[in-house]
């Protein structure tokens, strides 16, 4: 089985300032590895993943996050924020096996300060 | 290409009512996931469901089923809604499971308040 924890419930950051968005994982397997945001009433979309390969990951919209095997981590960057970033962030993993089921994490709430 | 549809976008029932919600894959994807997502166990597997036939189980109770029809468009059906059951309940359509790293899309979601 897996495990998702995202150690941070809530991130305020300024406007234009980095920012860093945690996850580690668990499991027992191999995973991919995921990070999707969720804008206020709408459904997730996915930023990016981590299959194999580069351990550096870019997305859409500026973000990027790096996979640590030897720490079971997934965090998720980015430079520069904009107020429209503000948004509920999550982490999520799949086994090798079967790609589904996806398990993520509790989110991170981004909120950009102006 | 058309994304993930799910209807309806909003839906309010009362405790022991039944539910039915649909969710319409993106075309040529013929697997279908359900998530329930609430404040409190954030997002959470239902089931999955691929060429008609359901290929995984969260851990939910028999009140919460599902089918898929042909044309791979979805249906989950709640029976005997309780107040817990109030949730944003979420599709993921995928091409097929087992392709490696293959993305799953999410339609936007259908929130439902139990009265």
């Known amino acids: 089985a897996q495990s998702v924890t995202q150690l941070d419930s809530q991130v305020p950051v300024f406007e234009e300032a980095p920012v860093e968005l945690r996850c580690n994982y668990s499991s027992s397997v191999s995973v991919y590895l995921f990070w999707y945001v969720q804008y206020p009433n709408q459904g997730l979309q996915l930023l990016l993943k981590y299959l194999s390969g580069s351990t550096l990951v870019k997305g859409i919209n500026g973000f990027e996050a790096e996979f640590n095997k030897s720490q079971t981590s997934f965090h998720l960057r980015k430079p520069s924020v904009h107020i429209s970033d503000t948004a509920e962030y999550f982490c999520?993993?799949?086994?090798?096996?079967?790609?589904?089921?996806?398990?993520f994490g509790k989110g991170t709430r981004l909120s950009v300060i102006a | 290409k058309a994304g993930v549809t799910q209807t309806p976008r909003y839906l309010i029932k009362t405790r022991g009512q039944q539910v039915t919600l649909s969710c319409s894959p993106i075309s040529g994807h013929r697997s279908v996931s359900w998530y329930q997502q609430t404040p409190g166990q954030g997002l959470q597997f239902l089931f999955e469901y691929f060429s008609e036939t359901q290929r995984n189980k969260g851990n939910f109770p028999g009140r919460f089923s599902g089918r898929q029809f042909s044309n791979s468009r979805s249906e989950m059906n709640v029976s005997t809604l309780e107040l817990g059951d109030s949730a944003l309940y979420l599709c993921a359509s995928l091409r097929e499971p087992g392709l490696a790293g293959d993305t799953q899309y999410f339609g936007p979601g259908t929130r439902l308040t139990v009265l």
């Open positions: 999520a993993v799949s086994a090798f096996s079967g790609n589904t089921p996806l398990v």
